[in-house]
């Protein structure tokens, strides 16, 4: 049997000689595709002359085959590859995978392994006929014996070049090993996808922008293994989980199901282990994880080891240590497929193996799911303490489940607010309301003190959320405070103090009163991060001091806030919050290279979508707006807005929208962006203060960029004038220096006195542009631009650039002019988009016909070809020539082409 590469051969043991060049799937390596690095590394390696070739290592779906066929593509006419695979069935037998090769050799040529390694070498040189073999071998852990000796001496002897694919190389044959271990084999290891590598996949082979949620579930939930990737995806959108709209697909309402085509393939392989290696794989994925001794007590050691060396369970370097599975999603499906009864034994023997104090222990939500899965009774206490975990890791099915347990009146508060807790995790806040309504109705009127003041703590998160019903949040908590004080002396209420000062802090933040926040915490040490609560409040701390002016010393903090989050294992909720106010932080101060690092090295964690929260959706679309990418920030907001109609814990779904409204403007989507700027008048949630003055200044940019530019102006310049009387003069300054950039030179001075009072990068560049503006020196407006291109600011730099134009046109210099229109022109091709490039530079100074006169002359076009191409007369057009030259201040043709260089091939000329 005889086919390229390119096709997966049927069966065992087969091979497929051909000539690299013929492709069984046309156009298969024009197709982009991760990883190609990888590709380039298999190629070299395969190429250089050196050794014998290249081993991929990487577990089962992996990409292995891939990769390799892709390889073996490229290599050129000069090549023959003959592929093997070896199987299951084919490990059996002599010479298996090689079976179809040896078919055509004489019967005399097997009797011995040198004289069948003599024919095999005759055959392939006879079937090259000049050119380089390349020998894949597929599977190479499933060779036999004999064939992989076969496969090791063609190497040795240089008469192939070998690319192998195998799960591990412990498990290769040793002939094969050997090479590797002479340095003659290159190793070439494939791990997991990491989250860009699944994206950018799941793009290629779906078309269309995957939003962060439904790339980040299908990621967690294929643990980064490629064949898993592919079957879940196409698994999701059959089920309706992952969902396209207007050409983005985003996750829906429900979790990722682990069903079908995964489900087949994970069955298929626990059906290849022994009894005893099921056992332990199918308790560890019941259990979550065991400690070590534990398991050593209930599981033979032989069969751990050797789940172990194949990479399928993992021990932690804990004290005491745990075992695991190693892949979560293939736990997750085992787990599901084990039946009731065989459960319940698992259960039975993994408890008989415990210690009591260990069994005692065993409360983890997990844990307990396990032991009603088993038909066990769970005490109350239990129970909640599990709701309260679950909640805590954002798992609300589980918590709404064990709080159905729950059978008591001493639980009954606990319940209810875990149960709150739960439908607020899904923003289902009328069912966490009916929960605390009922629990009201239901509570006698000498309930305990600490149990009311839990409800009202609740109940003032609730009420800020909604703008109906925000103002009553402060009455609630002056009300918990009020009562507070008449508590009796003895009275145990340290803690309740400490939750109503955080929560208060909490309000003033989302309310945007941070002098209040400042006050309230005073007294706190910010170095000490030794607690969830302490890691919060510094967080607060830290906000407040960003948005009065203090950004250095705020984003100092912030970082040590952050890394004490990650590293002190808090509450999803808490770390989620604490990222977003950080990185809305970042973006608000202007550091979009710090934000965009925070936003990638927090996505290549494998932590579930719902620790990172909406920002998420959408910060790296808008460091990309500023960073001028704006085909690159359009549909990252567009799928975050799509997204954040979905699930928006942080009510970010309107800055999605503003932000996406700004970038569609910039890219001369009018209509889109006027669609969007319509939508936000219909939002029905309260977003926290900072984020909805980021909503705001992105409304107006978008507004002044739509043609509403006085009006824009005016609002601008308003808003900076609330918020710097509020105190919040890092958001004023934003708005400030938007009115400037936008062309209001009278604002030179106010946004000169403001950026004064904040320290940080963005307040020195805003200072440079408000003392270029006040003095119409376009020098120091081309120092702004440069600035504000070293922040990452391009739409910054394009309109200082813009304004060094009209100040160095308008004093007649016209060295500054040009330098100033090249810097233009620079920033505004980066951009691109109707709104930048050659018409934005030239529409405040020229005509449309003097720009079409222009753009021809600049080309090398004569006045005579000019005026036969615009039908109108020579001189009309040297009338025209001498406009333009006036107005950019030129004095050639030479010099026109090269203040308009970038542009000229690209214009519409009518």
Same mark, same amino acid.
């Given at each position: 049997?005889?086919?390229?590469?390119?096709?997966?051969?049927?069966?065992?043991?087969?091979?497929?000689?051909?000539?690299?060049?013929?492709?069984?799937?046309?156009?298969?390596?024009?197709?982009?595709? +991760?990883?190609?690095?990888?590709? =380039?590394?298999?190629?070299?390696?395969?190429?250089?002359?050196?050794?014998?070739?290249?081993?991929?290592?990487?577990?089962?779906?992996?990409?292995?085959?891939?990769?390799?066929?892709?390889?073996?593509?490229?290599?050129?006419?000069?090549?023959?590859?003959?592929?093997?695979?070896?199987?299951?069935?084919?490990?059996?037998?002599?010479?298996?995978?090689?079976?179809?090769?040896?078919?055509?050799?004489? !019967?005399?040529?097997?009797?011995?392994? *040198? %004289?069948?390694?003599?024919?095999?070498?005759?055959?392939?040189?006879?079937?090259?006929?000049?050119?380089?073999?390349?020998?894949?071998?597929?599977?190479?852990?499933?060779?036999?014996?004999?064939?992989?000796?076969?496969?090791?001496?063609?190497?040795?002897?240089?008469?192939?070049?070998?690319?192998?694919?195998?799960?591990? *190389?412990?498990?290769?044959?040793?002939?094969?090993?050997?090479?590797?271990?002479?340095?003659?084999?290159?190793?070439?290891?494939?791990?997991?996808?990491?989250?860009?590598?699944?994206?950018?996949?799941?793009?290629?082979?779906?078309?269309?922008?995957?939003?962060?949620?439904?790339?980040?579930?299908?990621?967690?939930?294929?643990?980064?293994?490629?064949?898993?990737?592919?079957?879940?995806?196409? &698994?999701?959108?059959?089920?309706?989980?992952?969902?396209?709209?207007?050409?983005?697909?985003?996750?829906?309402?429900?979790?990722?199901?682990?069903?079908?085509?995964?489900?087949?393939?994970?069955?298929?392989?626990?059906?290849?282990?022994?009894?005893?290696?099921?056992?332990?794989?199918?308790?560890?994925?019941?259990?979550?994880?065991?400690?070590?001794?534990?398991? %050593?007590?209930? +599981?033979?050691?032989?069969?751990?080891?050797?789940?172990? &060396?194949?990479?399928?369970?993992?021990?932690?370097?804990?004290?005491?240590?745990?075992?695991?599975?190693?892949?979560?999603?293939?736990?997750?499906?085992?787990?599901?497929?084990?039946?009731?009864?065989?459960?319940? #034994?698992?259960?039975?023997?993994?408890?008989?193996? %415990?210690?009591?104090?260990?069994?005692?222990?065993?409360?983890?939500?997990?844990?307990?799911?396990?032991?009603?899965?088993?038909?066990? $009774?769970?005490?109350?206490?239990?129970?909640?303490?599990?709701?309260?975990?679950?909640?805590? #890791?954002?798992?609300?099915? !589980?918590?709404?489940?064990?709080?159905?347990?729950?059978?008591?009146?001493?639980?009954?508060?606990?319940?209810?607010?875990?149960?709150?807790?739960?439908?607020?995790?899904?923003?289902?806040?009328?069912?966490?309301?009916?929960?605390?309504?009922?629990?009201?109705?239901?509570?006698?009127?000498? +309930? #305990?003190?600490?149990?009311?003041?839990?409800?009202?703590?609740?109940?003032?998160?609730?009420?800020?959320?909604?703008?109906?019903?925000?103002?009553?949040?402060?009455?609630? *908590?002056? $009300?918990?405070?009020?009562?507070?004080?008449?508590?009796?002396?003895?009275?145990?209420?340290?803690?309740?103090?400490?939750?109503?000062?955080?929560?208060?802090?909490?309000?003033?933040?989302?309310?945007?009163?941070?002098?209040?926040?400042?006050?309230?915490?005073?007294?706190?040490?910010?170095?000490?991060?030794?607690?969830?609560?302490?890691?919060?409040?510094?967080?607060?701390?830290?906000?407040?001091?960003?948005?009065?002016?203090?950004?250095?010393?705020?984003? !100092?903090?912030?970082? $040590?806030?952050?890394?004490?989050?990650?590293?002190?294992?808090?509450?999803?909720?808490?770390?989620?919050?604490?990222?977003?106010?950080?990185?809305?932080?970042?973006?608000?101060?202007?550091?979009?290279?710090?934000?965009?690092?925070?936003?990638?090295? =927090?996505? !290549?964690?494998?932590?579930?979508?719902?620790?990172?929260?909406?920002?998420?959706?959408?910060?790296?679309?808008?460091?990309?707006?500023?960073?001028?990418?704006? @085909?690159?920030?359009?549909?990252?907001?567009? =799928?975050?807005?799509?997204?954040?109609?979905?699930?928006?814990?942080?009510?970010?779904?309107?800055?999605?929208?503003?932000?996406?409204?700004?970038?569609?403007?910039?890219?001369?989507?009018?209509?889109?962006?006027?669609?969007?700027?319509?939508?936000?008048?219909?939002?029905?949630?309260?977003?926290?203060?900072?984020?909805?003055?980021?909503?705001?200044?992105? #409304?107006?940019?978008?507004?002044?960029?739509?043609?509403?530019?006085?009006?824009?102006?005016?609002?601008?310049?308003?808003?900076?004038?609330?918020?710097?009387?509020?105190?919040?003069? @890092?958001?004023?300054?934003?708005?400030? @220096?938007?009115?400037?950039?936008?062309?209001?030179?009278?604002?030179?001075?106010?946004?000169?006195?403001?950026?004064?009072?904040?320290?940080?990068?963005?307040?020195?560049?805003?200072?440079?542009?408000?003392?270029?503006?006040?003095?119409?020196?376009? &020098?120091?407006?081309?120092?702004?631009?440069?600035?504000? $291109?070293?922040?990452?600011?391009?739409?910054?730099?394009?309109?200082?650039?813009?304004?060094?134009?009209?100040?160095?046109?308008?004093?007649?210099?016209?060295?500054? *002019?040009?330098?100033?229109?090249?810097?233009?022109?620079?920033?505004?091709?980066?951009?691109?988009?109707?709104?930048?490039?050659?018409?934005?530079?030239?529409?405040?100074?020229?005509?449309?016909?003097?720009?079409?006169?222009?753009?021809?002359?600049?080309?090398?076009?004569?006045?005579?070809?000019?005026?036969?191409?615009?039908?109108?007369?020579?001189?009309?057009?040297?009338?025209?020539?001498?406009?333009?030259?006036?107005?950019?201040?030129?004095?050639?043709?030479?010099?026109?082409?090269?203040?308009?260089?970038?542009?000229?091939?690209?214009?519409?000329?009518?």
């Amino acid at each position: 049997m005889f086919q390229h590469s390119g096709s997966l051969p049927a069966g065992s043991g087969t091979t497929d000689p051909v000539p690299s060049s013929q492709h069984s799937h046309p156009g298969w390596h024009d197709r982009p595709y +991760a990883r190609r690095d990888l590709v =380039a590394n298999i190629l070299a390696g395969l190429q250089s002359g050196s050794g014998c070739g290249v081993v991929l290592v990487g577990e089962h779906g992996a990409g292995k085959s891939f990769l390799a066929q892709r390889a073996v593509e490229q290599l050129g006419d000069g090549h023959l590859v003959v592929q093997v695979r070896g199987s299951s069935i084919s490990s059996k037998l002599p010479y298996g995978a090689l079976s179809v090769l040896l078919n055509d050799l004489d !019967a005399s040529h097997l009797e011995h392994p *040198l %004289m069948v390694l003599r024919g095999l070498t005759q055959l392939l040189h006879s079937k090259a006929k000049g050119r380089r073999v390349v020998l894949f071998v597929d599977n190479a852990h499933d060779l036999d014996e004999l064939s992989t000796m076969m496969v090791a001496q063609l190497s040795a002897g240089g008469h192939v070049s070998l690319l192998a694919a195998c799960v591990d *190389l412990p498990n290769v044959g040793g002939d094969i090993m050997g090479l590797w271990k002479d340095d003659m084999l290159r190793r070439v290891d494939l791990g997991p996808f990491d989250f860009t590598e699944t994206a950018t996949t799941l793009q290629h082979e779906y078309g269309g922008h995957f939003s962060h949620a439904a790339a980040r579930a299908l990621w967690n939930a294929s643990g980064g293994n490629a064949l898993f990737l592919h079957s879940l995806t196409r &698994e999701q959108i059959k089920l309706g989980t992952i969902v396209r709209q207007d050409g983005t697909w985003i996750l829906g309402d429900r979790p990722v199901s682990l069903t079908g085509e995964i489900r087949d393939v994970v069955r298929a392989r626990l059906n290849r282990l022994s009894s005893g290696q099921r056992d332990v794989f199918e308790l560890l994925s019941l259990a979550g994880s065991v400690p070590l001794q534990t398991l %050593m007590n209930v +599981a033979n050691s032989q069969d751990m080891d050797a789940l172990q &060396e194949r990479g399928m369970i993992r021990v932690s370097h804990d004290h005491p240590p745990t075992v695991s599975i190693a892949n979560p999603v293939v736990a997750s499906i085992v787990a599901s497929v084990v039946p009731p009864g065989r459960s319940a #034994e698992l259960r039975r023997r993994l408890g008989a193996g %415990m210690e009591e104090s260990e069994r005692a222990d065993a409360a983890g939500s997990k844990e307990v799911a396990w032991a009603l899965d088993c038909g066990e $009774e769970v005490r109350p206490g239990r129970a909640l303490s599990a709701a309260k975990m679950a909640n805590d #890791e954002s798992d609300p099915t !589980a918590a709404l489940r064990f709080i159905q347990e729950i059978d008591g009146q001493e639980s009954m508060v606990g319940a209810a607010i875990e149960s709150a807790r739960a439908h607020l995790n899904v923003n289902n806040e009328d069912s966490a309301r009916r929960v605390l309504q009922v629990l009201g109705h239901t509570l006698e009127k000498d +309930a #305990e003190f600490a149990d009311w003041a839990a409800i009202e703590f609740l109940r003032a998160e609730l009420d800020k959320r909604q703008p109906a019903t925000a103002a009553q949040a402060g009455a609630r *908590l002056l $009300e918990i405070g009020r009562r507070l004080e008449a508590q009796p002396r003895e009275a145990n209420v340290a803690d309740l103090r400490e939750k109503l000062r955080s929560a208060s802090a909490e309000l003033a933040v989302f309310e945007g009163r941070y002098q209040d926040v400042l006050t309230i915490f005073a007294d706190v040490d910010t170095c000490d991060l030794g607690s969830e609560r302490k890691i919060v409040a510094a967080s607060l701390v830290c906000e407040a001091m960003a948005a009065t002016g203090d950004v250095l010393a705020a984003t !100092a903090l912030g970082r $040590e806030v952050m890394a004490a989050a990650v590293r002190s294992g808090i509450s999803d909720t808490s770390i989620r919050q604490i990222r977003c106010r950080f990185l809305l932080l970042l973006l608000l101060c202007g550091k979009f290279g710090e934000a965009s690092a925070c936003l990638a090295a =927090a996505a !290549a964690t494998a932590e579930p979508q719902a620790r990172l929260g909406g920002i998420f959706e959408i910060g790296q679309g808008i460091v990309d707006l500023h960073r001028g990418l704006l @085909s690159e920030a359009l549909p990252k907001l567009q =799928a975050g807005l799509l997204q954040l109609k979905v699930q928006d814990h942080e009510s970010l779904w309107a800055l999605a929208t503003s932000a996406g409204a700004y970038a569609a403007c910039l890219q001369g989507e009018e209509d889109k962006a006027e669609a969007m700027l319509s939508a936000l008048g219909k939002k029905d949630a309260k977003g926290a203060w900072i984020a909805e003055r980021m909503t705001r200044y992105y #409304e107006l940019s978008a507004r002044a960029e739509l043609g509403q530019r006085t009006a824009a102006i005016r609002f601008l310049t308003a808003e900076a004038d609330i918020d710097e009387a509020a105190g919040a003069l @890092s958001t004023g300054l934003l708005f400030l @220096s938007a009115a400037a950039r936008l062309g209001d030179r009278q604002v030179g001075q106010k946004l000169a006195g403001l950026a004064t009072q904040v320290n940080g990068r963005f307040a020195a560049l805003c200072l440079r542009l408000a003392e270029g503006l006040k003095k119409s020196d376009s &020098e120091q407006l081309l120092g702004a631009a440069k600035d504000a $291109e070293e922040l990452g600011h391009t739409i910054f730099a394009r309109d200082a650039a813009r304004k060094a134009v009209s100040c160095a046109h308008d004093a007649g210099n016209r060295i500054s *002019l040009r330098i100033a229109q090249r810097m233009q022109q620079s920033v505004e091709d980066r951009i691109g988009g109707p709104k930048n490039g050659l018409h934005s530079l030239t529409t405040s100074t020229l005509t449309a016909r003097e720009i079409e006169v222009a753009v021809r002359a600049a080309s090398g076009t004569s006045n005579r070809k000019i005026a036969e191409q615009i039908h109108v007369s020579v001189r009309t057009v040297e009338g025209h020539l001498y406009q333009v030259y006036a107005k950019l201040h030129v004095a050639s043709r030479a010099e026109l082409k090269e203040v308009m260089s970038g542009p000229v091939d690209n214009v519409r000329l009518g």
